[in-house]
């Protein structure tokens, strides 16, 4: 029940999600005017509006002009009504599931932002990292176990979560340095922000899986011929990947991990 609940919410926020994407990297407002065909301009009405269902009764094309909806909208409309009830499944009735599910959607925004335009934009990172470093305090139990580091006085989740954001932050700066044309100042900026939601050592496997997966993806582009080698693929949606999965089942992770190691002779352990 709460479960259904949650995939209804989430369908919501998706459709909130589409609206974000489509209106920021314009730098329009996100609240005025109301929707619109992008065709025809015609206002929409509710009954246009109702996620996934609206798109299917209207057969994907808009209501007054016939111009085609994006597939993209009930699309992220069903994929953010998945990852909430993911969520809801993994973490149940609490508040890590509403900490989850904003950072996921946020995670959703970068990555549909960055494949549409090649952008990360700062109204996105700026507000998200500082959301980040007031929810870190009260944030110990998720993902990876975070070891203790000496703290300053101050909560060990947040000085956990502020070495880990300036030490992404770091790696990829330098990275960024010596090969300016594969990572971008965007890339940079939200590497921090994984290291702020993650901590640390999950912020490692996150930025792990990116590396690798977008390495993947490149070749794959390679030998296909998809791309020239000068045409970078952004890296943001692989950045938001690794963060999503170490948000969803970093625990068991290091959990796995750590049974993993403890089999290992010696030095690997
Ligand atoms: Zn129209």
């Not at 005025?32 to 025809?40: I, L, V």
């Not at 700062?122 to 975070?146: C, D, H, K």
């Not at 690794?242 to 190691?261: H, I, K, P, R």
């Amino acid at each position: 029940m709460l479960g259904a609940l949650a995939f209804l919410l989430g369908v919501s926020v998706g459709s909130f999600v589409n609206v974000v994407a489509d209106r920021l990297p314009g730098g329009r407002s996100l609240v005025r005017p109301r929707s619109f065909c992008e065709s025809c301009n015609r206002t929409l009405t509710s009954l246009d509006l109702v996620p996934i269902v609206s798109y299917l009764w209207l057969r994907g094309r808009c209501r007054h002009c016939g111009a085609r909806i994006p597939l993209r909208s009930p699309l992220v409309e069903l994929f953010t009504g998945a990852l909430f009830t993911l969520t809801y499944l993994r973490f149940g009735y609490s508040a890590e599931t509403v900490v989850v599910c904003a950072a996921l959607s946020v995670l959703l925004i970068v990555t549909l932002i960055d494949l549409e335009h090649g952008l990360i934009l700062n109204v996105i990172v700026f507000p998200t990292m500082a959301a980040l470093v007031v929810v870190a305090p009260f944030w110990s139990e998720l993902g990876f176990a975070r070891p203790l580091l000496g703290s300053l006085g101050m909560p060990a989740s947040l000085f956990n979560s502020l070495i880990a954001g300036a030490g992404a932050f770091a790696i990829f700066l330098a990275i960024a340095l010596i090969s300016p044309e594969g990572m971008g100042a965007g890339d940079v900026k939200f590497a921090g922000v994984l290291g702020l939601m993650l901590g640390f050592p999950g912020v490692l496997f996150a930025l792990w899986l990116a590396v690798v997966t977008g390495g993947l993806v490149a070749v794959v582009f390679l030998l296909l011929r998809k791309r020239g080698r000068k045409d970078a693929i952004p890296f943001g949606p692989f950045l938001a990947l690794g963060a999503a999965v170490v948000l969803l089942v970093g625990a068991d992770l290091s959990t796995g991990y750590q049974e993993f190691a403890a089999r290992l002779p010696g030095f690997w352990a």
